[in-house]
Nanobody, 120 residues
Framework: VQLQASGGGLVQAGGSLRLSCAAS????????MGWYRQAPGKQRDFVAR???????NYVDSVKGRFTISRNNAKNTIYLQMNSLKPEDTAVYYC???????????????WGQGTLVTVSS
């Protein structure tokens, strides 16, 4: 399973960016996909997730500003980020969790990360 993230960049505070993450590969039934972020010198933290049926969760700091969505047919998720703040600056990682169809066990996969920089 491969996760290809894109859409990061440099934006001024108050601006917007849209991240995308496409999952590819076989033998894996995706149940949930999401975004995590890691700021310099800090741990990787949860940002948002969306399940196969469309249920969403967000960390409190992005509620009302970020929106996660999903295209199941394309195995792709999106993170629309509005009203960006300097503290949103981080490398954003895509994550996918689901069942490995060969073994029935749970699999968890990460993308390569995309850098979001918000200038003040």
């Amino acid at each position: 399973v491969q996760l290809q993230a894109s859409g990061g960049g440099l934006v001024q505070a108050g601006g917007s960016l849209r991240l995308s993450c496409a999952a590819s590969g076989t033998g894996f039934s995706i149940n949930v996909m999401g975004w995590y972020r890691q700021a310099p010198g800090k741990q990787r933290d949860f940002v948002a997730r969306i399940t196969k049926d469309g249920s969403t969760n967000y960390v409190d700091s992005v509620k009302g500003r970020f929106t996660i969505s999903r295209n199941n047919a394309k195995n792709t998720i999106y993170l629309q980020m509005n009203s960006l703040k300097p503290e949103d600056t981080a490398v954003y990682y895509c994550n996918a969790g689901g069942v490995l169809t060969g073994t029935g066990s749970w699999g968890n996969f990460w993308g390569q990360g995309t850098l979001v920089t918000v200038s003040s």
